[in-house]
């Protein structure tokens, strides 16, 4: 079991405290109580954090992957426009939602670098090419990393949290 692992119950009853208290009373109340309420509360407790663990893996995961996409198409390219175009690629699949183009060069401070002294046209030209490799997308509210490309790579995943408990 992961070092990590060995804390998800305390984590759980700390972010659970009354219901934990509450669980523990009625399992020891007079020695008459039900252990099995309190068991089942812990063990759903232990699964909860095993699915968050499993979701920061996945994403982290996804993250590397992203990154090493990216690299992989931009390899052997050493000039100045592919740098830019590679940084601004790899930031944008940060955001959390998405960017207008006018803000493009400002999402971080290494692609506001790479922008320095350039016009817009710049911004539209390297759009338009991380579009075509297929490494942005545009949608109504701005642009965003095209992550969903990754999903060829990435096998299936079964989801157990939606079934009855």
């Known amino acids: ?18 219901r934990y ?3 523990l ?6 020695g008459k ?4 309420l309190f068991i089942e509360y812990a063990i759903q407790g232990y699964l909860d954090g095993l699915r ?6 996945k994403a982290q995961h996804r993250e590397v992957v992203w990154r090493d996409y990216v690299h992989d198409l931009f390899r052997g390219d050493d000039r ?4 830019r175009q590679k940084r601004l690629a790899m930031d944008l699949a940060e955001m959390h939602e998405p960017v207008e183009k006018g803000n493009l060069p400002r999402i971080s401070q ?4 790479s922008y320095h002294g350039l016009g817009p046209k710049a911004v539209t030209r390297d759009v338009r090419a991380l579009m075509e490799l297929g490494l942005i997308e545009e949608t109504p509210d701005g642009f965003v990393a095209a992550l969903n490309t990754l999903n060829a790579f990435v096998p299936a995943w079964r989801d157990d949290s939606n079934e009855d408990r």
């Open 33 to 36: 109580g039900d252990p099995h």
């Open 25 to 30: 009373a009625a399992t020891s109340r007079d």
């Open 110 to 113: 290494r692609v506001s670098d």
């Open 80 to 83: 100045k426009v592919a740098l």
């Open 52 to 57: 968050g663990q499993i979701q920061r893996i």
């Open 21 to 23: 208290y509450g669980r």
């Open 1 to 18: 079991m992961p070092g990590l692992s060995y804390h998800l119950l305390a984590d759980h009853y700390n972010r659970t405290r009354v």
